[in-house]
Structures are given as C-alpha cells and as structure tokens.
Nanobody, 116 residues
Framework: QVQLVESGGGLVQAVGSLRLSCAAS????????MEWYRQAPGKQRELVAT???????NYADSVKGRFTISRDNALNTVSLQMNSLKPEDTAVYYC??????????WGQGTQVTVSS
C-alpha cells in the first residue's frame, strides 16, 4: 500500500515563505504525476500544482509566479516552495500521487496558515 507523508506546514506572515514536502513509499512501481491540492474552509479542494514524471509543470493561476513544484525521482518526493504567501493561501494542503499501475493516493494533509 502506498503511503504519503507530508511535512512543512505551519503559520507564516503574509509575504513570507514555506516549503512543503511529501514522501511516497510502499510501491516498487514508478510514479507518474505528483500534485499538490489545497482545501480552504468552506471551499472545494482545488488543484494547486502538477509535475509529471518528465518534469513538466502546471500551476493554478492563483499561484503562478509564487509557487514552485519540484520532485526527486530517486527519493520519490515532491515539494512545493511557496513564496509571497497571501492570507488567501490559507488551507490544508494535500499531496496526491498517481503510480504507474495504481492510484491516485492522497496524503493526510498539512495546514498552512498565512496571517495578514
């Protein structure tokens, strides 16, 4: 069973930075897409950023130019560098991973709170 362990959330002031990480384990198969989602209180979960196995990236318009997604295929990790944070970035952030033959799998979520 694939397990995802997230880390790096916390409380930060506006215009500050945080880095989220997610480590995948439990499968011998390769990972296809790795993604970060977020869900703010009272809102639907939304896709924040995607990175493919080849390194292609895509971002939600609301985070373009501020967030950077990256992955380490050797370590099966995905990270999200978040700069110039805004109060509206406050949410629970989830990583999601799709394996070559299974998935997607979700992490447990990590809280990010941005104070104004």
């Amino acid at each position: 069973q694939v397990q995802l362990v997230e880390s790096g959330g916390g409380l930060v002031q506006a215009v500050g930075s945080l880095r989220l990480s997610c480590a995948a384990s439990g499968s011998r198969f390769s990972i296809n897409a790795m993604e970060w989602y977020r869900q703010a209180p009272g809102k639907q979960r939304e896709l924040v950023a995607t990175i493919t196995s080849g390194g292609s990236t895509n971002y939600a318009d609301s985070v373009k130019g501020r967030f950077t997604i990256s992955r380490d295929n050797a370590l099966n990790t995905v990270s999200l560098q978040m700069n110039s944070l805004k109060p509206e970035d406050t949410a629970v952030y989830y990583c999601r991973v799709t394996m070559r033959f299974s998935g997607p799998y979700w992490g447990q979520g990590t809280q990010v709170t941005v104070s104004s």
